[in-house]
């Protein structure tokens, strides 16, 4: 059974990030979940597309769609970013407290945010962990090995770095400064999220195969794009610990946007 947010639990806003490149059959359903959706969890909602360089309409779409629902608005980069990009750009665009995200590509379902929401009470991100993923055999691979280097670079001990389902208060993402183009993205929130001694709860959500479009993330390309990126964030770490000396629990919005 899910969460019913009571008008105590109800967040007082949240923005609804989608990063999408080449989305054009999946986009139309997710923004008619996200609108059905989000009036439940706060008091002011807005949905953010990002077109991220898509050539199949995408962009195109998510005009329409931004007239034909209430609280969606377009950001576009062009040329393709890639995916750190797209959330950056979604995540600059967002005024909520709170900002919500997941992928364009529709393998996951809205009807499990109350249950985040909920849990924000007491945290200050709440990540989602893939229960079962429905992805062919060697992503699985590759997703298990990325998680043990990750962890042994940084010491990053969350069970899905990757799971593009999380809640975050906004205040957080503007002291992380997250500079990830790529893929390494969410790893870079986490790692910094953690020494900003923030309060991250796990929930496990369910995962679905993708039924529409193509998927991009194990490509060559944006492989060694990562790897790039996580020579440069090692670098960077360092200088970033201690930086912020704040407890997680007395981030405010007003205090540090």
């Not at 959330?87 to 945010?113: I, N, P, S």
């Not at 079962?132 to 280097?149: E, I, T, V």
């Amino acid at each position: 059974m899910r969460t019913e947010v009571t008008p105590a639990l109800r967040l007082s806003s949240l923005s609804i990030v989608f990063p999408a490149h080449n989305e054009v059959d999946n986009l139309e359903p997710l923004v008619a979940e996200a609108s059905h959706v989000a009036p439940r969890l706060a008091n002011r909602h807005e949905i953010i597309v990002v077109d991220d360089g898509s050539t199949d309409g995408t962009g195109e779409l998510a005009d329409e769609l931004s007239h034909d629902y209430s609280g969606v608005r377009v950001v576009r980069n062009w040329p393709n970013r890639g995916y750190g990009g797209a959330l950056k750009a979604g995540f600059a665009a967002a005024t909520g407290e709170w900002v919500f995200f997941t992928d364009g590509d529709r393998q996951f379902r809205l009807d499990e945010l109350p249950d985040f929401v909920a849990a924000s009470r007491h945290a200050d991100l709440v990540i989602g962990y893939r229960i079962r993923r429905s992805d062919p055999p060697h992503r699985l691979l590759n997703a298990w090995l990325y998680k043990r280097f990750i962890r042994a670079l940084f010491g990053l001990k969350v069970r899905d770095i990757d799971c593009a389902y999380k809640l975050i208060r906004r205040s957080v993402l503007n002291v992380a400064s997250l500079e990830s183009e790529g893929a390494l993205i969410s790893a870079e929130l986490l790692i910094k999220a953690t020494r900003m001694g923030c309060r991250i709860v796990e929930l496990g959500v369910h995962h679905y195969p993708r039924t529409a479009g193509c998927q991009s993330g194990a490509s060559l390309k944006v492989i060694l794009r990562m790897f790039r990126e996580v020579r440069a964030l090692h670098g960077r770490i360092r200088s970033f610990e201690g930086r912020v000396p704040v407890e997680a629990a007395d981030f405010d919005a007003e205090k540090v946007a």
